[in-house]
């Protein structure tokens, strides 16, 4: 059998693991042979190819991004593409197409399994938004790097008796602010899923500061989440990537100049940006991403087509393309509830 690989949406700590998983345990226990394709739903579109074996893959447990690179190409946006790919595919001999990504990606493999295509999904995203899996590999390694950033923000905004507002990814759900939040100790932490009300803000803020306070403030803002006095979410532009999402990013800035403006405390703001998808994944990450591989193989023997592997309490096992990009999967309200004991 001759399996492709793809890798699309914004990279990920893990996509190298779960590649590695796949292909040893494929060629090892049922002789597979595999094909990577370039640069997410562009590489199958414009026939880009690498070769794939064990050799290749063996010992890259550990390295961050895709050795397979990626892109936000969106074939849905015109039937002769789909065409195409499907004409590609069938030129380079693929019986079956492991399909890694988030809801963009997987949306395309869900719409190819329904044409008939063999196609089976991982699911991919720091963000944590897949709605049919417990967690998604790379979400533990951008709280992790988010949070090791929050700890060393504590010193230096302790000595210099400021707030400082971090800003972190994760679009329309706020799970890395919301773990880095708890993880880190923040005194605030806005999330999209709640508007925050500036003056609520301004008061946590100005409870660290006086006599017998620590004299500083973290606050970690998620980029999708809003002030209840903003009109709109925050944007860097007006543009939007191939898939119709905005370019986030800016609301730590407007926060931290909202309070520095309200209170009068000095506020800074940091943007973490893609150093929370960059480098290593942590030991959680590659295990998981691990067993992500090993699973997508037992998927392929089985004939589990148009599924996704997906870890369920605790186990990993497949559930139907369509459900895991059928919504986002957002911070539930039952976490509110938790924020405001830690942070009042
Ligand atoms: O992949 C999801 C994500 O990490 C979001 O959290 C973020 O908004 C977006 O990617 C950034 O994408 P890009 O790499 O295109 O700037």
């Known amino acids: 059998m001759r399996i492709g690989i793809l890798t699309g949406g914004g990279d990920c700590p893990g996509l190298n693991a779960v590649i590695r998983g796949l292909v040893l345990s494929g060629e090892k226990k049922y002789g597979y042979e595999f094909l990577g394709f370039r640069d997410g739903w562009a590489g199958p579109l414009n026939n880009l190819t690498m070769p794939l074996d064990v050799d290749f893959v063996r010992d890259k447990y550990d390295e961050g991004g895709t050795m397979?690179?990626?892109?936000?190409?969106?074939?849905?946006?015109?039937?002769?593409m789909i065409d195409q790919i499907k004409a590609n595919l069938a030129a380079n001999k693929i019986d079956v197409l492991v399909v890694m990504g988030g809801d963009d990606t997987l949306g395309v493999a869900t719409r190819l399994a329904e044409l008939g295509i063999h196609t089976i999904g991982v699911p991919k995203t720091i963000d944590n938004?897949?709605?049919?899996?417990?967690?998604?590999?790379?979400f533990d390694t951008a709280v992790?790097?988010?949070?090791?950033?929050?700890?060393?923000?504590?010193?230096?905004?302790?000595?210099?008796h400021r707030a400082l507002v971090v800003e972190v990814m994760g679009r329309h759900a706020g799970w890395i602010a919301l773990h880095t939040g708890i993880a880190a100790g923040a005194d605030f932490t806005m999330l999209p899923e709640r508007e925050t009300d500036l003056k609520v803000l301004c008061t946590a803020v100005q409870n660290e500061f006086g006599d017998g306070r620590k004299n500083y403030a973290i606050v970690v803002v998620s980029e999708?989440?809003?002030?209840?006095?903003?009109?709109e979410t925050v944007t860097q532009d007006e543009s939007m990537d191939a898939f119709g999402h905005v370019k986030l990013g800016g609301i730590g800035k407007a926060v931290a100049q909202a309070i520095e403006k309200e209170t009068g405390i000095e506020t800074r703001d940091v943007l973490l940006g893609h150093i929370q998808r960059g480098g290593s994944p942590t030991a959680f990450d590659r295990v998981l991403s691990t067993r992500y591989g090993l699973f997508a193989t037992e998927m392929i023997h089985g004939g589990q087509f148009g599924q996704m592997a997906a870890?369920?309490?605790?186990?990993?096992?497949?559930?139907?393309?369509?459900?895991?990009?059928?919504e986002t999967k957002v911070v539930g309200e039952e976490w509110f509830p938790v924020l405001d004991i830690l942070q009042a």
């Open 311 to 326: 870890l369920k309490g605790g186990q990993i096992v497949a559930v139907p393309l369509a459900s895991a990009t059928d």
């Open 224 to 231: 999708g989440a809003k002030l209840a006095q903003q009109e």
């Open 129 to 138: 938004d897949l709605s049919a899996t417990d967690t998604t590999f790379g």
């Open 68 to 80: 397979l690179g990626t892109s936000r190409t969106n074939p849905l946006k015109d039937p002769a």
């Open 144 to 160: 992790s790097i988010a949070t090791e950033a929050v700890d060393r923000l504590h010193t230096t905004a302790r000595s210099h």
